[in-house]
Structures are given as structure tokens and as C-alpha cells.
């Protein structure tokens, strides 16, 4: 499966963006798919993850209760509704896939397939 993810931008601190990653192929809902985040200067890491059909979701402490992380898979797209957003939130932004039956979690390492990035600047 192929991922592009778009949405990024330049927004200030308190406002709201949502990312957007549509894959290409006829099994996207077999999937389940997964954000990363990656600062300059630091480590990827691990922001949202949600289940093959929407259901399951789980979040890294960090965003909870400010980013939402939701699917539509008759259009082949998951989002990141990200808002209250604070410069610490400057990060290119990954989706991700990964193809192991009932896994939705924060482990890099499990998801099979990347997006190529999108920037979010978050100006204080």
C-alpha cells in the first residue's frame, strides 16, 4: 500500500489542523494505521494509532484530549484532527500502515508501510 500524507502547515499556538493520509489500494480497511511524529533534532515517535475499523484508538499521553485520530475507509483515508496545538507540536508528521491482524500500537517497528511526511509549525 502506498501512503501520501498532506495538511501540514504554519499554524499558531492554540490552533487547530487537520492531516489527511489516503492510501492507495483496495485493502485499506485491513489495515491499521498509526501517526509518528518527528522533531528536529529528536527521535521518531509514536502520536495515535487506530484499528482496522475505527473503533479502537490510543494515544500518546501527550495529545490526548487534543488530537483526534479517526479513518474513513471508503475513501481510503485516515485523519489527525489536531487541535489546542503548542509549539512542541512542530514536528513532520508520518502515517503509517501495519498489516498484523488486531495491532494498533506504538511500536515503529510493526508498521509495514510510511507516508512520505508532512511539516507542522506551531509559532508561539
Known amino acids: 500500500v502506498q501512503l501520501q500524507a498532506s495538511g501540514g502547515g504554519l499554524v499558531q499556538a492554540g490552533g487547530s489542523l487537520r492531516l489527511s493520509c489516503a492510501a492507495s489500494g483496495r485493502t485499506f480497511s485491513s489495515y491499521s494505521m498509526g501517526w509518528f511524529r518527528q522533531a528536529p533534532g529528536k527521535e521518531r515517535e509514536f502520536v495515535a494509532a487506530i484499528g482496522w475499523s475505527g473503533g479502537s484508538t490510543y494515544y500518546v499521553d501527550s495529545v490526548k484530549g487534543r488530537f483526534t485520530i479517526s479513518r474513513d475507509n471508503a475513501k481510503n483515508t485516515v485523519y489527525l484532527q489536531m487541535d489546542s496545538l503548542k509549539p512542541e507540536d512542530t514536528a513532520v508528521y508520518y502515517c503509517?500502515?501495519?498489516?498484523?491482524?488486531?495491532?494498533?500500537?506504538?511500536?515503529?517497528?510493526?508498521?509495514?508501510?510510511w507516508g512520505q511526511g508532512t511539516l507542522v509549525t506551531v509559532s508561539s
Open positions: 503509517a500502515a501495519v498489516s498484523t491482524r488486531g495491532y494498533y500500537g506504538d511500536l515503529m517497528d510493526e508498521y509495514d508501510y
